[in-house]
């Protein structure tokens, strides 16, 4: 993809995103995030147990 397209993109608010690693969230028809209910628990655990002090040593 040229730069001038990314540019073009971005201005229009078409920001590309890896939905397929990003947890939580997955996009509708009209391409728009939208909260994944079940990966959105995960994603829940993963901060509640970091802010409790868990660790993975």
Do not use: W
């Not at 073009?8 to 969230?25: A, E």
């Amino acid at each position: 993809m040229s730069v001038k397209v990314c540019q073009y993109r971005y201005q229009q608010g078409k920001v590309p995103i890896n939905y397929n690693r990003f947890l939580g969230y997955t996009k509708d028809e009209n391409g728009h995030l939208v909260t994944d209910p079940e990966q959105a628990e995960i994603v829940k655990r993963i901060y509640r147990e970091y802010l409790e002090g868990s660790s993975m040593d």
